[in-house]
Nanobody
Framework: QVQLVESGGGLVQPGGSLRLSCAASGFSLDSHTICWFRQAPGKEREGVSCISRLDYRLYTDSVKGRCATSTDNAKNTVYLQMNSLKPEDTAVYYC??????????????WGQGTQVIVSS
């Protein structure tokens, strides 16, 4: 079965760090554009990071300098390292993969999401 599974979310204090993981099965992430999205309560879904099939890497302005995305092809997994977390980073984080060459795709495959809560 084609599947994406996110993990690594949790409760952290402001200024803390988290590393989110997205593990794929049934297809190879290295042949897809890969993105992280997030959705906060009462808010529209927004893009966080994107690695296109052409290897362009994009970040939304609100996380630039605080987040970095990377891939491990051997594990068929993509990561999102988040540092200096702020309460406004609180959201459910989703990974998505798409055969499109360009950011930001709608996503052919989506995970179920992992919750991040930044609070004291």
């Amino acid at each position: 079965q084609v599947q994406l599974v996110e993990s690594g979310g949790g409760l952290v204090q402001p200024g803390g760090s988290l590393r989110l993981s997205c593990a794929a099965s049934g297809f190879s992430l290295d042949s897809h554009t890969i993105c992280w999205f997030r959705q906060a309560p009462g808010k529209e879904r927004e893009g966080v990071s994107c690695i296109s099939r052409l290897d362009y890497r994009l970040y939304t302005d609100s996380v630039k300098g605080r987040c970095a995305t990377s891939t491990d092809n051997a594990k068929n997994t993509v990561y999102l390292q988040m540092n200096s977390l702020k309460p406004e980073d609180t959201a459910v984080y989703y990974c998505a993969a798409d055969l499109s060459r360009y950011c930001w795709p709608k996503g052919d495959y989506w995970g179920q999401g992992t919750q991040v809560i930044v609070s004291s």
